[in-house]
């Protein structure tokens, strides 16, 4: 029973952690700038991604999601899809984000 309580919390965790998530991206499209705008929409590309990758596995860890994420930046990066500045403006918004959903 505690597993499954385990797991319901943890998708709960998950879900609001996508919602808020989302909801901030999507708040940059109406008030960012269009550097901020350029970001958040690379960002959510990746992010929307990863999500439903771990939809599909079932796996509503948090800290999964940060290594996914971190994983697909890493390899985009590799790739040069985003350089320089933007690549640091990426990652720091990700990890702002993520710190808002760990203690």
């Known amino acids: 029973m505690s597993e499954s309580v385990n797991s319901d919390e943890a998708k709960q965790r998950f879900d609001e952690f996508v ?3 989302q909801m901030y991206l999507d708040g940059v499209v109406v008030d960012g700038s269009d550097q901020e705008l350029f970001i958040a929409s690379y960002l959510t590309g990746h992010f929307s991604l990863v ?3 771990a939809l599909a596995l079932d796996d509503y860890s948090l800290k999964a999601i940060d290594t996914y994420m971190q994983t697909s930046l890493e390899k ?3 790739n040069n899809e985003v350089e320089g500045q933007d690549q640091t403006q990426v990652s720091a918004l990700w990890n702002t984000l993520f710190a808002k959903a760990t203690p």
């Open 19 to 21: 919602d808020s998530t």
């Open 51 to 53: 999500t439903s990758n």
């Open 76 to 78: 985009a990066y590799a």
